[in-house]
């Protein structure tokens, strides 16, 4: 049985591109959930969200990305009650000082923990837990395991994503990640 359950894992989906390198000049569409789409953040009211002290903690936390990671933009982003979405742009210099001071070889495709978004991801999930569970102990707040990523390689792929992020809470019913 255990050898199973260990093979399943082997053959677990690759979520991320295999052959591109996530510290690259790029736009990024993120999407992170909360562990079985729990509405920790807040919820939706007359097409509108409105973050309870947890959302405004994530919504902070994100806000804070440039803080630590100084080559990332922030683009669209909206925290909604069980799932955030957001647009960041890495842009083209100092990359090495990101990476710590690295003037190494890129990290190769199979080395994620190294590559900028994962880093970036993992930071603000543990950041937001450690404050939402310091703040709020009574709360048993959870993230989904891993998050959605998409490259955007043109102007009107972006365009439509912003778009898509500014009206999300207008569209809430219809939401793949809607719970009542």
Known sequence: MAQNKFRRSKERKKLRFSNFHYSSEAFYFLTICTKNR???????????????????????????????????????????????????KIKKSGLSDICRGRRSASPTPSDRSKMLIPKIIQQFKSSVTRKINHCFPEKIFRWQRSYYD????????????????????????????FID
Do not use: T
């Not at 630590?68 to 979405?85: C, E, K, T």
């Not at 998409?150 to 793949?176: A, G, M, T, V």
């Open 38 to 88: 729990n509405p920790f953040f807040g919820n939706i009211q007359n097409k509108k969200i409105v973050l309870n002290p947890l959302g405004y903690i994530a919504q902070k936390y994100w806000k804070d990305i440039p803080k630590h990671f100084p080559n990332i933009g922030i683009d669209a982003f909206i925290i909604m009650p069980n799932h955030i979405h957001g647009v960041l």
């Open 150 to 177: 998409h490259i955007i390689r043109n102007e009107l792929s972006l365009k439509n994503i912003q778009e898509y992020i500014r009206i999300n809470p207008e569209q809430w019913k219809n939401d793949e990640f």
